[in-house]
Nanobody, 116 residues
């Protein structure tokens, strides 16, 4: 059974950092395109960062230069390093996996709150 479990969220002050992790099981992780999304209540879920099977990355303009996505295929884990956090980064962050066949999986989400 496919499962994505996020961790690492929390409450931080503006300018601080957080590292989110997403541990995958039950999927062929190395064959998956992985991504982090975020959602604020009342808004659409938006893509924050993506990483391909080959390691190519893409970022939303709002996080470029501050966030870094990476993956460890040996550990079946994808990370999101978030630096210089801003109040507008406050959201629930979700891990997403898309397999070669197009099967898509989501984690349960982890809350990130940036507030002084």
């Amino acid at each position: 059974q496919a499962q994505l479990v996020e961790s690492g969220g929390g409450l931080v002050q503006p300018g601080e950092s957080l590292r989110l992790s997403c541990a995958a099981s039950g999927i062929s992780f190395s064959r998956c395109h992985m991504a982090w999304y975020r959602q604020v209540p009342g808004n659409e879920r938006e893509s924050v960062a993506t990483i391909s099977r080959g390691g190519s990355t893409n970022y939303a303009d709002s996080v470029k230069g501050r966030f870094t996505i990476s993956r460890d295929n040996a550990e079946n884990t994808v990370y999101l390093q978030m630096n210089s956090l801003k109040p507008e980064d406050t959201a629930v962050y979700y891990c997403n996996a898309v397999g070669i066949s197009g099967s898509e999986y989501w984690g349960q989400g982890t809350q990130v709150t940036v507030s002084s």
